[in-house]
């Protein structure tokens, strides 16, 4: 199943268009995208009875995030080997983990502003959004608290990235618009393999990474299963789940986003997200 934010209305999206799941539903189930994870079982076992009729086509340019309100958000650093040997640092056993602070989760398609002054960099993602809860999750039942999966792309600004005395994953990945989602959310079900997906962007059509989602080092079952050792996961809260190798830090000359750059961004099987930068006030 596939489920997006159309307008910021939930709707189910089937081969035809997207259903309005509060007007199919007679309102059982509410409009917000965002609270339909806190009765995600509910929502499947009704959603697989609806039948197609009443879906309308839409302008993809209308959808928003699949989650656009998660009460958290989490990003892993290094967990691509390649990724880990460019950036310079050893690769890790246990995840490297940050947040993008809710505010900069966006929508598949738009425009980035780039911070003035900044090295903005790309990073594309496979993107967990969590079901039902989960609390000391074991990796063996971890995919059945996943209630989907996107596209994403963990934007960040390096120069903030290296100011002050420790690194600031949080905040350089966190300017407006630096966490883009969607295009829509894919429900595990719908994969052959969940593990092993092919993911890359490209800018101005040059692809700059490609990577399958099977060379993480830590997988989505065993990020659940550590993150929910320390502190509960809850609906609707997203992982950022790393980067392979190729972003602008790890090439030489090294290579930032400029005005007027397009990166299209993949994930197998889900879909693509579009930004277009735009130059901030100040630069
Ligand atoms: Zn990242």
Not at 190 to 217: H, M, W, Y
Not at 218 to 247: C, H, M, Q, R, Y
Request: glycine letters at 12%; aromatic letters at 8%.
């Amino acid at each position: 199943m596939r489920i997006g934010n159309l307008d910021g209305r939930l709707v189910i999206l089937t081969g035809s268009g997207a259903l309005d799941v509060q007007r199919a539903s007679g309102g059982r189930f509410g409009a917000d995208p965002q609270a339909v994870y806190d009765r995600w079982d509910e929502f499947t076992s009704w959603a697989v009875t609806q039948a197609s009729d009443g879906a309308e086509p839409f302008d993809p340019a209308r959808l928003g995030p699949p989650a656009p309100a998660p009460r958290q958000s989490f990003g892993i650093g290094l967990n691509y080997r390649d990724h880990a040997a460019e950036s310079g640092l050893a690769v890790p056993e246990q995840p490297s983990v940050f947040t993008k602070f809710p505010s900069c989760i966006a929508g598949p398609y738009g425009e980035v502003v780039l911070p003035a002054g900044g090295h903005t960099d790309w990073e594309v993602e496979l993107v967990a959004v969590i079901g039902p809860g989960a609390r000391h999750v074991a990796e063996a039942d971890a995919w059945s608290h996943v209630a989907g999966l996107c596209v994403g792309q963990d934007l960040s600004e390096r120069i903030t990235q290296l100011a002050g005395a420790a690194p600031q994953f949080s905040m350089s990945k966190s300017f407006p618009g630096f966490g883009p989602t969607g295009p829509w959310l894919v429900t595990p079900d719908e994969f052959d393999d969940p593990d092993d997906l092919e993911l890359g962007c490209a800018i101005n059509g040059d692809q700059v990474q490609k990577a399958r989602t099977s060379q993480l080092i830590i997988s989505v079952p065993e990020l659940i299963a550590k993150l929910s050792a320390v502190l509960p996961l809850w609906p609707g809260d997203v992982i950022f789940t790393g980067t392979p190798a190729g972003v602008g830090l790890g090439r030489d000359p090294q290579r930032w986003l400029a005005p007027g750059d397009e990166l299209v961004s993949y994930v197998e099987g889900i879909g693509e997200l579009k930004q277009r930068f735009v130059a901030g006030p100040g630069s």
